[in-house]
T-cell receptor, first 117, second 111 residues
Framework: GAVVSQHPSWVICKSGTSVKIECRSL??????MFWYRQFPKQSLMLMAT?????????EQGVEKDKFLINHASLTLSTLTVTSAHPEDSSFYIC?????????????FGSGTRLTVV | GDSVTQMEGPVTLSEEAFLTINCTYT??????LFWYVQYPGEGLQLLLK?????DKGSNKGFEATYRKETTSFHLEKGSVQVSDSAVYFC??????????FGAGTRLTVKP
């Protein structure tokens, strides 16, 4: 089955530093991947849509300069939280849509818990 | 725009009780509908899906039927187990675009 690997699963960083999160589709190609943010006991909020070979599409209210997305290959998208601050602490989850599918659901990574101290 | 409204929790049940989690949606056209489950500290796992009206998705004893007339996709299970304790998300997707999620319902099953 489709597997998405997200790394790291958790990270603690100091305020002002940058953190990179990787989302990798292990056994399928994904031109499109999605990045979500989840606050405690809340639903997933879409941050951006990552497209291989082109710029990401950000949702309204998401700072593109703070949350840098790179989708350099058909199997890898990265989210970099730049100059992280405590309010960026959250659970970040990526998902990938297998190329050639439309309505069969997406495969989610296991999430990354970011804590900024 | 598209949206999903999900029954608010938390829901606490005894083992072997019947489970219903309500989900209704608003969308143009014919979206695909999904239920995802999230165990503590983990990402989301697809539980079941339905891609057209009257389809019934089922998995691990869970079922949901795509009801276009009531724009609903309620999740049911006849006999819950302690291991079913998790957060359940209803979601929709149109034409391969991103998914829209409900708020999530936390289920706790007590022995």
């Amino acid at each position: 089955g489709a597997v998405v690997s997200q790394h790291p699963s958790w990270v603690i960083c100091k305020s002002g530093t940058s953190v990179k999160i990787e989302c990798r589709s292990l056994d399928f190609q994904a031109t499109t991947m999605f990045w979500y943010r989840q606050f405690p006991k809340q639903s997933l909020m879409l941050m951006a849509t990552s497209n291989e070979g082109s710029k990401a599409t950000y949702e309204q209210g998401v700072e593109k300069d703070k949350f840098l997305i790179n989708h350099a290959s058909l199997t890898l998208s990265t989210l970099t939280v730049t100059s992280a601050h405590p309010e960026d602490s959250s659970f970040y989850i990526c998902s990938a849509r297998r190329d050639g599918t439309r309505n069969y659901g997406y495969t989610f990574g296991s999430g990354t818990r970011l804590t900024v101290v | 725009g598209d949206s999903v409204t999900q029954m608010e929790g938390p829901v606490t049940l005894s083992e072997e009780a019947f489970l219903t989690i309500n989900c209704t949606y608003t969308a143009t056209g014919y979206p695909s509908l999904f239920w995802y489950v999230q165990y503590p500290g983990e990402g989301l796992q697809l539980l079941l899906k339905a891609t057209k009206a009257d389809d019934k998705g089922s998995n691990k004893g869970f079922e949901a039927t795509y009801r276009k007339e009531t724009t609903s996709f309620h999740l049911e299970k006849g006999s819950v187990q302690v291991s079913d304790s998790a957060v359940y998300f209803c979601a929709l997707s149109r034409g391969g675009n991103d998914m829209r999620f409900g708020a999530g319902t936390r289920l706790t099953v007590k022995p």
